[in-house]
C-alpha cells in the first residue's frame, strides 16, 4: 500500500539586515566569473573564471592571494576539501571545459594533480567527507571517482545522460549522481 504524507508549509520571515560597511568590489579576473565558493571559515574566497583561471582571495588582507592556472577552458566549478582535513594541508579542487579537474594546494598555489580522464566538459566535483576521495561528473556521461593522494581513478561509472550533480553521504559509503535523463543513480562504495 503506497502512502502519502502532506507536510506542512511554513512561512517563513524574510529578516532584512541593513549592512554597516560596504566591502569594495574586488577585481582581477579578464572576464566574466563563473563561480565563488567560500572556505569553511570564511577566510578565504575561490572564483572561477571564463579567462581559464581561478583565484584565492584573502579576506584578511582583501587581495587576491593566488591566480591559479593551467587550465586550457573556463573555470566553471571551485570546491574547498573539507575543513576538518586542514592538519593535511589546505587544499582546493577546480573543474574546467577543458575536461579535466586539477587539485590546488592553496598555501603556495601549486597544481598537485591533475585528473584527466574525462572526454568533456566538467560540470560537477566533491570531495568525500573523509577528504580523501574525489568525485567528478561529465558531459561525457560518467562519474568517476578519484584518489586524491595520488590522482589514480579508482572507478568511472557510465550514465545515460550528461551528469549534472555529484554527492557523497555523511559516512562516505555512497555516492549520488544526476543525470540530464531524468535519473539518480546512487552507487554503493566496497570498504
Not at 143 to 163: C, E, R
Amino acid at each position: 500500500m503506497l502512502q502519502v504524507r502532506v507536510l506542512s508549509v511554513i512561512l517563513l520571515k524574510i529578516l532584512y539586515i541593513k549592512l554597516s560597511v560596504f566591502l569594495s568590489p574586488t577585481r582581477g579576473h579578464a572576464k566574466e566569473v563563473n563561480v565563488i565558493r567560500w572556505d569553511s571559515t570564511g577566510s578565504y574566497l575561490a572564483s572561477g573564471s571564463e579567462d581559464r583561471s581561478a583565484r584565492i582571495w584573502s579576506l584578511s588582507s582583501d587581495s587576491c592571494i593566488h591566480t591559479l592556472q593551467g587550465h586550457a577552458g573556463s573555470v566553471d566549478v571551485v570546491r574547498w576539501m573539507p575543513s576538518k582535513h586542514k592538519e593535511r594541508k589546505f587544499f582546493l579542487a577546480t573543474a574546467s571545459q577543458d575536461n579535466t579537474v586539477r587539485l590546488w594546494q592553496v598555501e603556495t598555489g601549486e597544481c598537485l594533480q591533475t585528473y584527466n580522464r574525462h572526454t568533456s566538459a566538467v560540470f560537477t566535483i566533491a570531495f568525500s567527507p573523509c577528504g580523501r576521495y574525489l568525485a567528478s561528473g561529465s558531459v561525457d556521461r560518467c562519474f568517476k571517482i578519484w584518489n586524491v593522494s595520488d590522482g589514480t581513478l579508482i572507478n568511472n561509472y557510465q550514465s545515460g545522460g550528461v551528469i549534472s550533480e555529484v554527492c557523497w553521504n555523511s559516512s562516505g559509503d555512497r555516492i549520488a549522481a544526476s543525470s540530464n535523463d531524468a535519473n539518480v543513480v546512487v552507487v554503493q562504495l566496497s570498504k
